[in-house]
C-alpha cells in the first residue's frame, strides 16, 4: 500500500472533514501559538485568551464539514478570533487604555486586523528562531523587547556590565535576522522583525 505524505494538504483536509482527531491536533499545531498572539494583542488578558482561542478551535471543529481547503480554516479561526475578541471588550466594563484602543480598532477592523495577524504570525516565527539563539543572548533579547527592561536594569538583574548586555543584544539581532534571511523569510515578516527591533528597542 502506498504510504501517505501527511504533509500533504489534501490528506489533512481529507481527515479533518471525516472528524479524525489527528487532524484537528495538526490544525492545532499550526495555528494555536499565533492565534494566542494575535488574542492577546487584543484582549491584553492572558487567561481570557486561552479561553477564546480554545472556543475557537471547537467552532472549527463543529463546522468542519464546511471547509474546502487549509487556507479557509486558517480564514475561519482569525474572524472567529476578531468577533470574539471584539464581544469580549465590548462586555467588558472597565477597560484598560490598551484595551479601548484595540476596541476601537476592531469596530473599525479592515487593514488594523490584517495587520494584527501578520504581527502574530511574525511573532510565531521569532518564537522559533529565539529558541536557535544561545541561552544569554536569548534571555537578553527577551528581557529587552518583551519586557521593556533598560540595558542598566538588566546588567543589574543579570551581573554583567552594560557593554556586555549590549554585546548580547547586538549578536542576538543579528543572528535572528542572518535567520529570517536563510530561510528566505522576506516581505511582512521581515519587515515587521525590523519594525519590531526598531519599535521596541529604543
Keep these: 500500500m502506498e504510504s501517505i505524505d501527511k504533509k500533504d494538504e489534501t490528506y489533512w483536509m481529507n481527515t479533518f472533514r471525516d472528524g ?7 490544525f ?10 494575535f488574542a492577546l494583542r487584543l484582549t491584553q488578558d492572558e487567561s481570557e485568551t486561552e479561553d477564546i482561542v480554545s472556543e475557537c478551535f471547537v467552532k472549527v471543529w463543529e463546522k468542519r464539514a464546511d471547509f474546502k481547503t487549509a487556507e479557509n480554516i486558517k480564514a475561519y479561526l482569525y474572524i472567529r478570533c476578531r468577533n470574539v475578541c471584539l464581544t469580549y471588550l465590548r462586555d467588558l466594563k472597565r477597560k484598560t487604555a490598551a484595551q479601548q484602543l484595540y476596541f476601537n480598532q476592531l469596530e473599525q477592523s479592515g487593514s ?9 504570525e511574525f511573532l510565531n516565527v521569532l518564537d522559533q528562531e529565539l ?25 543589574f538583574q543579570l551581573n554583567l556590565s552594560v557593554k556586555t548586555v549590549r ?18 523569510i522576506s516581505g511582512p515578516f521581515y519587515l515587521a522583525f525590523l519594525l519590531f527591533i526598531d519599535g521596541l528597542g529604543k
Design 131 to 155: 529558541n536557535a539563539l544561545p541561552e544569554r543572548c536569548r534571555e537578553v533579547f527577551n528581557l529587552i523587547y518583551f519586557e521593556g527592561k533598560k540595558t542598566d536594569e538588566i546588567a
Design 112 to 120: 488594523t486586523i490584517l495587520h494584527e495577524i501578520i504581527e502574530a
Design 28 to 37: 492545532y499545531k499550526l495555528h494555536y501559538k499565533t492565534l494566542c498572539y
Design 20 to 26: 479524525e482527531s489527528q487532524a484537528l491536533e495538526h
Design 167 to 184: 554585546n548580547h543584544k547586538a549578536r542576538a539581532v543579528d543572528q535572528l535576522k542572518t535567520a529570517f534571511l536563510k530561510k528566505h
